[in-house]
T-cell receptor
Framework: SQTIHQWPATLVQPVGSPLSLECTVE??????LYWYRQAAGRGLQLLFY??????ISSEVPQNLSASRPQDRQFILSSKKLLLSDSGFYLC??????????FGPGTRLTVL | GENVEQHPSTLSVQEGDSAVIKCTYS??????FPWYKQELGKRPQLIID?????GEKKDQRIAVTLNKTAKHFSLHITETQPEDSAVYFC???????????FGQGTELSVKP
């Protein structure tokens, strides 16, 4: 069966520091991968999605970037974090292009 | 682009009553409509979905209806239980890369 992992589970970072969040999927090949951000417990906002290695589509202009170096690995990065980057970051995968399944998330606090 | 509106933002019901959450979407090309349940501090979990070629789908105590003409869809929970308490999200997708656009969520509270 398919499994999705995210790490770290929680992270506290100072403003201006870099960020790297990782997501990996097991048990499937060539999934679509997604990064969402959820602020204040509501409203999932799509940040990036990828339909294949090296293929990244950005949905919202921001100081974040994403990369997909391997088929089942998706990375969210920032060179300099802002206070507004705090939130719950969720990775999701899909094979059919419809049903999406979420990872456990990373709770990021920027101080 | 697609926009999804969800109502109400909060809903409180007595155990055993029914709960209805409604969503409207703007893009007539959208053809896939999932519903997610998110408990506090946890990931969203897919509970039911519907595609544009059907008008209604049921799974035990939950059902979803879709009106393509009016561009709205609804989640119905019957015989609510305290464990149904959570935030529920609707979403819509037009299939392009599988992008889901989410509503703002409904916080459902079921009082015993």
């Amino acid at each position: 069966s398919q499994t999705i992992h995210q790490w770290p589970a929680t992270l506290v970072q100072p403003v201006g520091s870099p960020l790297s969040l990782e997501c990996t999927v097991e048990g499937t090949s060539n999934p679509n991968l997604y990064w969402y951000r959820q602020a204040a417990g509501r409203g999932l906002q799509l940040l990036f999605y990828s339909v294949g290695i090296g293929q990244i589509s950005s949905e919202v202009p921001q100081n974040l970037s994403a990369s997909r170096p391997q088929d089942r690995q998706f990375i969210l990065s920032s060179k300099k974090l802002l206070l507004s980057d705090s939130g719950f970051y969720l990775c999701a995968w899909s094979v059919s292009g419809d049903e999406q399944f979420f990872g456990p998330g990373t709770r990021l606090t920027v101080l | 682009g697609e926009n999804v509106e969800q109502h109400p933002s909060t809903l409180s019901v007595q155990e055993g009553d029914s709960a209805v959450i409604k969503c409207t979407y703007s893009d007539s090309a959208s053809n896939y409509f999932p519903w997610y349940k998110q408990e506090l501090g946890k990931r969203p979990q897919l509970i039911i979905d519907i595609r544009s070629n059907v008008g209604e789908k049921k799974d035990q105590r939950i059902a979803v209806t879709l009106n393509k003409t009016a561009k709205h869809f609804s989640l119905h929970i019957t015989e609510t239980q305290p464990e149904d308490s959570a935030v529920y999200f609707c979403a819509a997708s037009s299939g392009q890369g599988g992008k889901l656009i989410f509503g703002q969520g409904t916080e459902l509270s079921v009082k015993p």
